[in-house]
């Protein structure tokens, strides 16, 4: 009987993986987040910038993870990492399973596609929700894309 359950609890832990929750992003590394909607949100210490018909709300990471399930109306979220942040991490962080290289002006851009973001738009037929920039200030990854400027 022992051996029974504790086969029956190895194929429970061996299965479980496969059909538990939604996976989620641990934010590990990340210095600071902006939220940009085009809708007036109610967040606590965030910087406010009007850009157009977009609001740009700058939130340390604390607080946007303290208020992240009440931001449910917004067109985009950049989340800024370290300078030396490589592309491998962010690779292996967001289990990237597809991605686009190039340059622009001199800058390291990713168009890439990773399973842990819910909303993408098309890119040349191909699905992309995460777009990567290495700048002198440091490495941007928007989600979809990143609407604040480089």
């Avoid at 429970?12 to 989620?24: H, L, N, S, T, V």
């Avoid at 098309?122 to 920039?133: C, D, R, T, Y």
Wanted: proline share 3%.
């Amino acid at each position: 009987m022992k051996r029974v359950v504790f086969f029956i609890a190895i194929i429970a832990i061996i299965i479980a993986p496969i059909f538990g929750g939604e996976q989620k992003f641990d934010y590990q590394g990340v210095e600071k987040v902006c939220v940009v909607s085009s809708s007036t949100l109610q967040l606590e210490n965030a910087g406010i910038v009007q850009n157009g018909g977009q609001i740009i709300y700058s939130l340390s990471i604390e607080d946007y993870l303290r208020q992240k399930d009440l931001i449910k109306d917004y067109d985009g979220i950049v989340l800024f990492y370290p300078q030396d942040t490589s592309f491998d991490k962010l690779k292996n962080c967001w289990q990237i399973s597809w991605h686009y290289q190039s340059e622009v002006e001199g800058m390291q851009i990713v168009y890439a596609f990773s399973p842990l973001v819910e909303d993408f738009l098309f890119l040349n037929g191909k699905k992309v929700n995460l777009q990567i920039a290495w700048s002198q200030s440091g490495v941007m990854v928007g989600l979809p894309l990143i609407l604040t400027g480089f």
